[in-house]
């Protein structure tokens, strides 16, 4: 697809500038302008694919919010940032959940499995430190791992998908553990270097899925 190669060269370029601009005290502005920007170019990506699924377009929109939300100094902007993505989170998993398998697969099981795991785990680590926040840390935690459990079930095999939506969990889990457990060096790169990863695989992966279904509905 042409659109490939129009995109994914600034994808991977705008996603390194935002990355080192992180050791730089750079506006608050400027910097929500360039962490944003690989989410702008994936939805022009989107805006170019001959065939497009629409809970694309929310879950790439609430994305983008939330990235400019918890990048600018406001009050709540941790909260605001976090209801931006469980909007995105939750059009994914819709998305998902439409384009499922109608049977279920043994990869499937097997995918499911893995993630009620690792939630579990995740919950019992990060839940007990949110103190105040463990209502809204919570229903962002069942969503992602509603959106994690409807990528096990969709029709798609591949690994793309999953693989994506599982460093979504790990981006999100980061940022979880960053802030309410223990506070890591280095924890801003590896939350945005495996959130920009994670978008462009679900976007690719859901891309190469419908244009796979619409090839063969003509056939």
């Known amino acids: 697809m042409n659109s490939k190669f129009s995109f994914w060269p600034p994808f991977l370029l705008f996603s390194l500038i935002y990355?080192?601009?992180?050791a730089f005290d750079l506006p608050s502005a400027i910097s929500a302008a360039l962490k944003v920007m690989p989410i702008f170019l994936l939805i022009a990506l989107v805006f170019r694919a001959n065939v497009k699924p629409m809970y694309l377009w929310p879950a790439l929109i609430f994305s983008a919010?939330?990235?400019?939300?918890?990048?600018?100094?406001?009050n709540h902007s941790f909260i605001f940032g976090l209801s931006a993505f469980l909007l995105a989170q939750l059009s994914y998993a819709i998305g998902f959940y439409r384009e499922r398998n109608q049977g279920l697969t043994?990869?499937?099981?097997?995918r499911l499995g893995f993630v009620l795991i690792i939630s579990l785990g995740l919950a019992a680590i990060i839940l007990p430190k949110t103190g105040e926040l463990l209502l809204p840390v919570a229903v962002y935690l069942t969503a992602i791992v509603a959106m994690a459990c409807c990528a096990s079930l969709h029709q798609t095999q591949q690994a793309t998908l999953f693989t994506g939506v599982l460093l979504f969990v790990l981006s999100d889990s980061l940022i979880a553990i960053n802030k309410f457990v223990l506070p890591f060096t280095g924890s801003g790169v590896a939350i945005m270097l495996t959130y920009y990863a994670a978008q462009a695989l679900i976007?690719?992966?859901v891309l190469m899925n419908a244009r796979k279904n619409?090839?063969?509905?003509?056939t």
């Not at 990355?19 to 992180?22: D, F, H, W």
């Not at 619409?214 to 003509?218: D, E, F, K, L």
Request: overall charge positive; proline content about 4%.
């Open 65 to 74: 919010c939330g990235d400019v939300l918890l990048a600018l100094p406001i």
């Open 19 to 22: 990355l080192i601009s992180m």
């Open 214 to 218: 619409t090839a063969q509905a003509q």
């Open 106 to 110: 043994r990869k499937a099981k097997s």
């Open 203 to 205: 976007v690719t992966a």
